[in-house]
């Protein structure tokens, strides 16, 4: 999973705990950017050398900032520092079901798009896409321009899964969390991986409600 510097460190953080609630081994970077917008949004700072630290307080905030709301264990988290362009996701052959880029910047689409590898993140996705495995895009930027819309439509012609951060309502959202939580299923479900973090739709008058039955 690779997060980059768009608003939406909530969306990234809810995306982390479903795939480590699932059971999911992962391998985490974090670009230089995503530090910045991380620091704005949450106050941590996210340092390579206390990275367990700062992943744990970062994945207990909730959606409104509220701390110890969340507790996940990150036995099964990985960390890779973005500069690191010897890391195992950098390659090929590193065993991956595929990438996640949660929220992606318009400057990380256009990155993947056009094949730069200027970081981690980029590379990582480079190489899913190379090898034919799932990418998932989970843009996070509006309005969007005409150059960002071509750079996703060659994502989508590339295979790549474009999944915007666009939440929805009929799932009976009470809470900012609920809505970055339907958010993180969708992309969660893009990429194949069980979850239960909204009310499915069922059809029909009240199809959110009635698939709580």
């Known amino acids: 999973m690779g997060v980059s510097g768009a608003s939406g460190t909530p969306y990234a953080a809810a995306v982390l705990r479903g795939l480590i609630e699932a059971g999911e081994s992962v391998d985490l970077v974090v670009s230089r950017a995503a530090r910045l917008t991380l620091i704005d949004e949450t106050g941590i700072s ?3 050398a206390h990275w ?8 207990a ?3 409104d900032g509220g701390p110890g709301a ?3 264990p990150l036995d099964d988290v990985r960390y890779w520092p973005a500069g690191d362009l010897a890391a195992g996701p950098s390659s090929g052959s590193y065993p991956s079901r595929g990438m996640l880029i949660v929220p992606a910047s318009t ?3 256009a990155g993947v798009a056009l094949g730069l590898s200027k970081d981690l993140l980029q590379r ?5 896409l190379k090898e034919r495995r799932p990418l998932v895009v989970c843009v996070r930027e509006t309005p969007l321009n005409g150059q960002t819309l071509r750079h996703l439509v060659t994502l989508d012609d590339a295979g790549a899964s474009v999944v915007p951060a666009s939440p929805a309502f009929y799932a009976g959202a009470t809470h900012i969390q609920d809505l970055v939580d339907f958010v993180a ?3 969660l479900d893009a990429a194949g991986v069980p979850h239960t973090l909204y ?6 008058l009240g199809g959110a409600r009635a698939s709580e039955g």
């Open 124 to 128: 990582a996705a480079s190489v899913t």
């Open 46 to 48: 996210f340092r390579d």
């Open 199 to 204: 009310r499915r739709w069922k059809g029909g």
């Open 52 to 59: 367990q630290d700062d992943l744990r307080n970062w994945l």
């Open 185 to 187: 299923g969708r992309v």
């Open 70 to 72: 969340f507790q996940v």
């Open 107 to 109: 400057a990380g689409v």
């Open 61 to 63: 905030l909730g959606a």
